[in-house]
């Protein structure tokens, strides 16, 4: 698989992980019924004439995986970055899912350069929201990046 590939496939992934934990958080449903749901009916899959791009699907478990096993983790990491007067609770659940993301690959994988974690997460804001919105996950990831990955 070439370079260009394998970072097509990861951003791939990282958008469906955004999809499938909002899934998860919507609906009472475990990881393995909800990964395995991901692997024979989303990834890769022409779903409403929408052509969805092949994922790599070990990077897609292990970041559903890793945010589902962390969130708690998480939420405090994000929940202390916020402006004192924002509680985590008022965050969109997708906007939620973003940083929960985010959190893992800068915890987790440190294989993957802050500069590319962050960058990728705006890219998947940006699917979702407004530059306002890309800006805060930047800003966000940001601040968190420069206290976990010292």
Same mark, same amino acid.
């Given at each position: !698989?070439?370079?260009?590939?394998?970072?097509?496939?990861?951003?791939?992934?990282? /958008?469906?992980?955004?999809?499938?934990?909002?899934q998860m958080?919507?609906?009472?449903?475990?990881?393995?019924?909800?990964?395995?749901?991901?692997? !024979?009916h989303?990834?890769?899959?022409?779903?409403?004439?929408?052509?969805?791009?092949e994922?790599?699907?070990?990077?897609?478990?292990?970041?559903?995986?890793?945010?589902?096993?962390?969130?708690?983790e998480f939420?405090?990491?994000?929940?202390?970055?916020?402006?004192?007067?924002?509680?985590?609770?008022?965050?969109?659940?997708t !906007?939620?899912?973003? /940083?929960?993301c985010?959190?893992?690959?800068?915890?987790?994988?440190?294989?993957?350069?802050?500069?590319?974690?962050?960058?990728?997460?705006?890219?998947?804001?940006?699917?979702?929201?407004?530059?306002?919105e890309?800006?805060?996950?930047?800003?966000? /990831?940001?601040?968190?990046?420069?206290?976990?990955?010292?």
């Amino acid at each position: !698989m070439s370079k260009q590939a394998k970072t097509q496939a990861r951003s791939a992934a990282r /958008l469906a992980a955004v999809q499938a934990l909002y899934q998860m958080d919507m609906e009472d449903i475990s990881v393995a019924k909800l990964l395995s749901e991901f692997h !024979m009916h989303r990834l890769g899959a022409e779903i409403e004439d929408e052509q969805y791009a092949e994922a790599d699907q070990i990077f897609f478990d292990d970041v559903v995986s890793g945010v589902d096993v962390r969130r708690t983790e998480f939420d405090t990491l994000i929940s202390s970055h916020l402006n004192e007067k924002w509680k985590i609770e008022r965050l969109d659940p997708t !906007m939620l899912q973003i /940083l929960r993301c985010g959190c893992y690959e800068l915890l987790a994988r440190k294989d993957v350069p802050k500069a590319a974690v962050i960058n990728e997460y705006v890219d998947v804001a940006h699917a979702f929201f407004d530059q306002k919105e890309a800006h805060f996950v930047n800003g966000l /990831l940001d601040n968190i990046a420069k206290e976990v990955r010292k």
